[in-house]
């Protein structure tokens, strides 16, 4: 076994940097959910276990309105970006070759490759001038600026979904005489259920996530979980912070899993 | 479906006039088909046959609706369908891939077809059934495809396509996935079930061996052109030039110079100094003394004492294909020349460096236009 070929655990230093990694990619996660389980208020001295910051969590009034909120825009701008990015997709794997077809890919993919920072200095600007000009200060801001923030993310795996499927499957529909439209709907969409499905996730959490933009775009009383914590991080950090955090985490795991387990059974 | 336009000089089940197909503009302009006419019967195995880029699968997605003619006409069942999209042809498909749609059974496969064509329930599963029956895959219905060994998703890909009763079945190589044994097998099943069928079947493949032993005409393309159409014997018997002698069968080149002409025949002077007669193609008439090339298949010569035969050769090595060995000779003049022998119990091949006599085939001799 070990005289052939080649392995990377033959590489000196390879098992202690791959200790390392983990260790500090994870425990820090580690510690926090301990912590959200302390019973006194510190997070670096262990009083006995308690759920007191949990019961703390669930009563604040506060943290219920920006957790459904954050539910909210993440559902809503993950929904509105999917449906975007898989007319996206259709159109850049099945529309047939476009003049600018690279640089519509650079555009379409912009969130992931300017500076979250810059985007968001050049929404609050835009969204100001817009408020200036209507006076409409709702949610719509920022519903459509996490829209836009998620389509990449949701794009991505529609688009590696439909680059895998046979177009010979499109052409066999029509053969059938199926029209466009029933082809569509019979094969095509059937088939992109799983990189719908994956893209929907990943713009979930993108957006359930992303503090900046929020942050930039956000009018008054338009908090989310992650600004509503930052905010709560400039005063005192108690435990109770740490039990959103770890809920937070739960959620994100939930939703991580679901996404395993879909994209598995019908990945077929 | 749409017989919009009928025609009374109807010829075939297909008829395909002045065709040509061009992808591109300008300098970039690439033509896939020049000046195509073809007419297909009903109820004939037709084979396209050629090297791979030869236009064969263009001209079969032209038939099938998935490219338009640049110019030229396509008429099906006399009506004109060029213009039309494939969903509008009464033409189906078995695609290379096979293209089963991974998330139905194949039971709901097969009945894809009729299902689009808006019939009953209860007719596309009585179809359904007698498709399956008549692919022997009646076990099988509930499967999906991905749990089908490739033979079976074959079955189900023609079946499939069979279904909703085409006119003209088009099969775009539908055996090349297949190993060698499965191959020979479906083979048969396609005859088979061209023959039950009555269906016109276009047979897209660049299999020769494949074309000769299935089709009733086969159509050799080359660089967009048809090159030569016929009957299986007369493409191998007869070909019209290098390209498809060369392509169909194995076949030996000799450049020989004229003695005389005499009709449609000439008389060559083979190396050694004998003289042989060979066919001309049409219309040529060569000059005495000239070179010319001429073809003649390795099985149609045979092995007689030296100086009793034609020409005289020496075996350089001999190769042994179970049921019959491959000579290679060298003629007296240098020229290499190919023999096939079939093998007989206890037959030794000759040693290497051996002198033979050759007779050929009267007849076998053919000129080449070049």
Redesign the interface.
């Known amino acids: 076994m070990a005289e052939k070929g080649y392995s990377v655990r033959r590489l000196p230093g390879f098992g202690l940097i791959a200790v390392l990694t983990f260790t500090m990619l994870y425990l820090p996660i580690v510690i926090l959910v301990f912590f959200s389980f302390n019973a006194g208020p510190s997070q670096a001295v262990w009083d006995g276990f308690s759920l007191q910051w949990y019961e703390a969590a669930f009563q604040n009034r506060q943290v219920r309105e920006v957790s459904i909120r954050s539910l909210w825009l993440a559902a809503t701008a993950a929904s509105f970006a999917t449906v975007l990015a898989t007319l996206a997709a259709l159109g850049t794997t099945r529309g047939g070759r476009f003049p600018g077809q690279t640089m519509i890919y650079a555009l379409i993919n912009q969130p992931l490759m300017v500076p979250e920072i810059v985007t968001g200095i050049a929404l609050l600007i835009f969204v100001a001038a817009i408020k200036v000009q209507t006076g409409y200060t709702g949610m719509g801001y920022l519903v459509a600026a996490h829209t836009a923030f998620c389509i990449p993310f949701a794009y991505l795996p529609i688009r590696a979904r439909l680059e895998t499927l046979d177009p010979a499957l499109e052409a066999a529909a029509a053969d059938l005489y199926a029209s466009p439209v029933q082809a569509f709907f019979s094969i095509t969409l059937p088939l992109l259920v799983p990189g719908i499905v994956a893209g929907f996730m990943l713009g979930f959490v993108i957006s359930l996530d992303t503090v900046v933009i929020t942050e930039f775009v956000k009018s008054a009383g338009q908090d989310t979980l992650p600004t509503y914590m930052l905010g709560q991080l400039r005063r005192t950090v108690t435990p109770e912070m740490n039990a959103i955090a770890t809920l937070f985490l739960a959620l994100s795991l939930i939703i991580v899993t679901a996404f395993f387990l879909i994209t598995r059974t019908r990945g077929r | ?1 749409d017989a919009r336009v009928q025609d009374t000089t109807v010829k075939g089940e297909i008829d395909i006039t002045g065709v040509n197909k061009v992808f591109g503009q300008g300098a970039a302009a690439f033509h896939a088909l020049t000046d195509i006419d073809l007419s297909i019967a009903t109820g004939e195995f037709f084979t396209l046959l050629g090297p791979s880029g030869c236009g064969k699968t263009t001209l079969l997605r032209v038939i ?3 490219e338009q003619p640049s110019s030229g006409s396509l008429r099906i069942n006399g009506a004109e369908v060029a213009g039309l ?4 042809r009464p ?3 078995v ?3 096979y ?5 139905m059974t194949v039971a709901q496969n097969i009945g ?2 009729l299902k ?2 808006g019939k009953p329930r209860r007719e596309i599963e009585a179809t359904a059934a007698e498709m399956l029956r008549l692919v022997r895959m009646e076990a099988l219905a509930e499967r ?1 495809p ?1 749990e089908l060994s490739g033979g079976q998703q074959q079955r189900v890909a023609l079946a ?2 069979l279904a ?1 009763r085409p006119r003209v079945l088009l099969l775009d190589e539908p055996l090349s996935a297949l190993d060698l044994k499965l191959r020979k097998e479906m083979q048969s099943e396609l005859k088979r079930l061209q023959t039950e069928t009555g269906i016109t079947f276009v047979f897209v493949t660049h299999d020769q061996e494949e074309a000769l032993t299935m089709s009733d005409r086969v159509a050799v393309m080359s660089a967009g052109r048809i090159l030569q159409m016929g009957r299986p014997t007369e493409i191998y018997n007869a070909p019209v030039n290098r390209f498809v002698a060369d392509f169909i069968g194995e076949t030996n080149f000799l450049v020989l110079p004229v003695a005389q002409t005499e009709g449609d025949a000439a008389h060559l002077t083979l190396p050694g100094g004998k003289r042989a007669q060979a066919l001309l193609p049409d219309g040529m008439l060569p000059v005495t003394g000239a070179d010319v090339t001429a073809v003649i298949r390795p099985e149609q010569a045979t092995i007689v004492e030296p100086d009793a035969g034609d020409m005289t050769a020496t075996v350089d090595s001999a190769v042994f294909f179970g049921t019959d060995t491959h000579l290679h000779l060298t003629l007296s003049d240098g020229q290499p020349f190919v023999l096939r022998r079939q093998n007989r119990p206890g037959q030794q091949p000759p040693e290497p460096g051996t002198a033979l006599g050759l007779s050929l085939a009267p007849g076998a001799l053919r000129v080449l236009e070049d």
């Open positions: 479906m099938a609706g998935f999209g494939p969903n509008r033409v189906n498909t695609f290379q891939s293209a089963l749609f991974p998330h894809f077809g689009m064509l999906r991905a499939r396509a909703p």
